[in-house]
Each structure stands twice: as structure tokens, then as C-alpha cells.
């Protein structure tokens, strides 16, 4: 058989599950090779990880006996069956890649945030999927892709995993400052981390003092990044975003403005997240107000009244 693979717009990631597509079925024999117009497949994927709302899929197959489309650009569908899901991820696809192992050591997430896709994904509880062994062959860097480690039960004997490991270690979707325990929080210290970081998405929720204790608990550890993303443009009112993000900046940790829905987001969103994630410009300026950008809107706005 002839397998095609079209990764359709996750272009500066690797694509997980093409990956593992592509290692299932070269173990079967078959050939694998990314999909082109010239020839004929049997079984062509399309992968696509973004929304309409970010990226278009406009590639039309019509050289393939079947054409398979997955991913969380195309909606819900079903997960990849566990003769796959479990391969090791084929990283010929990706070269540039090969020095990174990708994986999931759980999946699920308890939380349910309304703008989240992983409890309609991956379940409404963090279970484990994985050992490290895996995923992980001596790489020097790992990404995990775990939605909510701290809340997997087994999350303690995975951390154990990650620090024997001695790569670094790169939570990539961030970790729950909920979760926080002193238990694990002597473990995380003990994992090479390339970053830590948070996310503070929910405005009324007031999680102040879970970043405090955070702080106090690894006063003397040398977490070199301390990243929190701020989700704006989902039922937060400007000055609830301001809030956020100053209150993150008093306790020493680094703010990032992530905007949902960014074509709909109004102009002193805009503002906000180009004053927080350009630091050159976050650590000059101190006051928003002073923001060259936003005085520029104030006054246009003055004026059209
Ligand atoms: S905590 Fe994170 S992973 Fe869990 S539902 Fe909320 S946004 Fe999604």
C-alpha cells in the first residue's frame, strides 16, 4: 500500500499523529511518504490541527482511494486506535525535530474551561497513558504535551521519570498552579526544565494566592522562566485583564496575553497584548496608560465622540 500524509497547518510543530501514522505503517511494510498531486495513494491523512478561525484547509485529494481527515481542526472524531497511539513517532518526517521527544505521559483534564477542547477530547479526568520509556529514546529535550500533569494521580512517579531522565524538560502546555503541593513542588526541582509555566484564564477566579504560595515555595529555586498566559477576549472585561496581568508583574512572574478569538478582540485587547509580550517595551513602560499605543486610541476615540 501507498500512504499519503498532508500535515495542514501545524507547520512550526511537528504533527504527532503523522508521526505515529507514518511509524505504524512502515512497520506494516507499506510505503509512506508525504502526499503529492502525481501520484496515486491508497490511504491518504490529512491532519489538521487549527480552526477555521486560524488556518484553511485548502487542499483537494482526488489521487487517493481513501481519504482519512483528523485532528482538532476538523472537530471531534475518534482517537487514534492504541496499535498507534502507542508507537514511537516516526521522526523522519520531521529532521529537524529528531533531537525532541514528543509525547504524552497522560491525558484529560478535570477543569472543563468553556474555550478548552480537552475535556470534550480527552476526558473530564487526568489519567496516565504512558511511560516516559515510550516516547523518550535519550533525546536531550523533551516536550510533553499533557494537558494537566498535576492532575494525574500518578503525576509524582511520572515527575520521578522525567528528573532521572536529566533532559530538559519542557511543559509545553503549561502547568496548574491549582496543583501546586510542596510534594510536588520538591519534584519539579528536581526536573532539568527549559520552562515553567502558568496560565491565569478565568477572571473571576482569584488565583493570587495559589501564585503567592508558589513563590514562596521555590523562593530559593532557580526557576529560570516563570511565564503565566492571560486569556483575554472570553468574558473578561479590560480592567479584569489589566488586573491579571499587573498583579502577575508585582509577584515576579512574567505575563503573556493570549487572545481568543483574535479577529473579533477589540482595540485595547490589541493594545494590551503588544504591551505585555514585547518585555523591552513591558519592563520600560511601566504604566499601560503610557502605552504610546494606547494614548493613540484614547485620543482617536475622543475625537469620533
Ligand atoms: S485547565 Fe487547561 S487543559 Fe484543563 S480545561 Fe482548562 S484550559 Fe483546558
Not at 503523522?18 to 511509524?23: E, G, H
Not at 524538560?169 to 519534584?187: C, E, H, K, M, Y
Not at 489589566?242 to 479577529?263: A, C, N
Not at 494590551?272 to 476615540?301: A, C, G, I, M, T
Request: aromatic share 12%; proline share 5%; hydrophobic share 35%.
Amino acid at each position: 500500500m501507498r500512504i499519503g500524509l498532508i500535515d495542514v497547518d501545524s507547520h512550526n510543530f511537528p504533527n504527532l499523529c503523522l508521526m505515529k501514522l507514518s511509524a505504524y505503517h512502515k512497520a506494516q511494510g507499506h510505503q509512506v511518504m508525504w502526499w503529492n498531486p502525481l501520484f496515486y495513494f491508497d490511504v491518504v491523512y490529512k491532519s489538521r490541527v487549527f480552526t477555521d478561525t486560524y488556518s484553511k484547509d485548502k487542499i483537494t485529494v482526488t489521487n487517493a482511494g481513501t481519504v482519512i481527515k483528523g485532528g482538532t481542526g476538523y472537530g471531534p472524531g475518534p482517537d487514534l486506535p492504541d496499535a498507534i497511539e502507542h508507537t514511537y513517532p516516526d521522526y523522519s518526517l520531521y529532521p529537524q525535530y529528531s533531537e525532541t521527544a514528543y509525547g504524552f505521559l497522560s491525558r484529560g483534564c478535570p477543569r472543563g474551561c468553556g474555550f478548552c477542547i480537552v475535556g470534550g477530547k480527552e476526558g473530564r479526568r487526568s489519567r496516565k497513558v504512558a511511560d516516559l520509556s515510550e516516547f523518550w529514546r535519550g533525546q536531550r529535550e523533551i516536550k510533553l504535551m499533557d494537558a494537566n500533569l498535576l492532575a494525574c494521580p500518578d503525576h509524582e512517579s511520572l515527575l520521578l521519570q522525567l528528573a532521572d531522565s536529566r533532559a530538559l524538560v519542557d511543559f509545553s502546555q503549561g502547568l496548574d498552579i491549582r496543583l501546586i503541593t510542596p510534594d510536588n513542588v520538591a519534584l519539579l526541582n528536581r526536573v532539568r526544565t527549559k520552562a515553567v509555566h502558568f496560565a491565569w484564564d478565568n477572571p473571576n477566579e482569584d488565583l493570587t494566592g495559589y501564585f503567592q504560595r508558589f513563590v514562596e515555595m521555590t523562593a530559593i529555586k532557580n526557576f529560570r522562566n516563570r511565564r503565566v498566559y492571560v486569556l483575554t477576549n472570553y468574558g473578561s472585561t479590560h480592567e479584569q485583564d489589566l488586573y491579571r496581568v499587573e498583579t502577575l508583574r508585582r509577584m515576579g512572574f512574567d505575563p503573556f496575553v493570549m487572545i481568543y478569538e483574535k479577529p473579533t478582540a477589540p482595540p485595547i485587547t490589541r493594545c494590551l497584548q503588544q504591551w505585555v509580550n514585547n518585555k523591552r517595551v513591558f519592563h520600560v513602560v511601566e504604566n499601560f496608560y503610557d502605552f504610546e499605543p494606547v494614548k493613540k486610541l484614547r485620543n482617536s476615540s475622543m475625537e469620533t465622540r
